[in-house]
């Protein structure tokens, strides 16, 4: 059995979602005089490749601490999205279920293909990548509950549409632009498709019923989607946490890595190491030039 990483880059340029604490890095102490190097970290908990625990938007949830192994570590499937949805989309169970096998208690992996705009990828971008990205409606959110998923994982900002949030009214620009394209495609207003009463729903909705998603996935994820394989995140055990930082792999046997890692070698790789396929970012910007 071989590990593939789907986790990005944790370091001080890792952006957090907007308005949390970045990560910041000191050293306390130094190899001279102290014969060590030792550091002292401060930062939110949702930055980087994170899992949003049940209490961050739920009281009576569970923490992070309460998460079971089993809970964390099953069958998944990973999903392929960025030929059908782009900025500012909203995607559904239909599309979905149209290129992988969901099966009830899955986890689920979402590939908008926006990890692209990460803040280690050549084509970094961290308005769009935040900002501009698709999300899902209620119709999935309900899906999702009828399937039973253990969890939700996210190649970018958030689980919940961006316009779906409050970053609505911090970002006018990017929310006019949204208006925009929400008349052109769906025939109604933004506030109209994301009315109140729907407001993070992914989040307000879903935790109540156990379903809680990991944001900010990448790494290596390219290189398994639409298809299943066994996924695992791993947080801090973390006694109290509404959310925690974690790593996130998937589970291939040993031929199979053998495979993953020839065609890792023909892809190109961002500054840390990771393969991505550029054809994503090119169905991405198609979609949004044909508009």
């Known amino acids: ?9 944790l370091g001080v340029g890792t952006p957090p979602w907007p308005t949390y604490e970045p990560l910041q890095l000191k050293y306390f102490k130094r190899l001279a005089p102290n014969g060590a190097n030792g550091q002292v970290l401060t930062h939110s908990n949702h930055l980087g490749t994170h899992l949003d625990g049940e209490i961050h938007f739920y009281t009576p949830g569970k923490d992070i601490a309460g998460l079971d192994m089993d809970f964390l570590v099953h069958d998944a499937a990973i999903v392929d999205l960025s030929d059908v949805v782009a900025d500012y989309d909203i995607y559904t169970s239909e599309m979905i279920e149209d290129k992988v096998e969901v099966k009830e208690g899955d986890i689920l992996i979402i590939h908008t293909g926006f990890h692209h705009f ?3 990828m050549p084509t970094a971008d961290e308005i769009r990548y935040m900002v501009q990205h698709p999300g899902p409606d209620r119709e999935f959110a309900e899906w999702a509950k009828k399937k039973k998923l253990r969890w939700i994982g996210v190649d970018c900002g958030s689980a919940d549409h961006p316009m779906n949030t409050i970053i609505r009214d911090w970002m006018p620009r990017q929310a006019n632009q949204a208006r925009e394209h929400f008349r052109k495609k769906y025939g109604h207003e933004l506030e109209e498709v994301f009315s109140e009463d729907k407001y993070q729903l992914m989040h307000i ?5 156990g379903i809680i998603h990991a944001e900010c996935l990448g790494g290596d994820l390219d290189l398994l989607l639409n298809r299943r394989v066994q996924v695992g995140f791993f947080p801090w055990r ?12 998937a589970f291939v046997d040993d031929d199979e890595y053998e495979d993953l890692m020839a065609k890792k070698a023909e892809l190109p790789k961002t500054k ?15 979609q949004v030039q044909a508009r």
């Open 272 to 286: 840390f190491g990771d393969a991505y396929d550029p054809k994503h970012v090119e169905s991405l910007n198609k």
């Open 118 to 120: 990460g803040w280690d």
């Open 1 to 9: 059995m071989k590990l593939v990483d789907l986790t990005i880059p």
């Open 238 to 249: 973390f006694v109290d946490g509404e959310a925690s930082i974690g790593r996130c792999v």
């Open 205 to 209: 909705e879903m935790f109540p019923y």
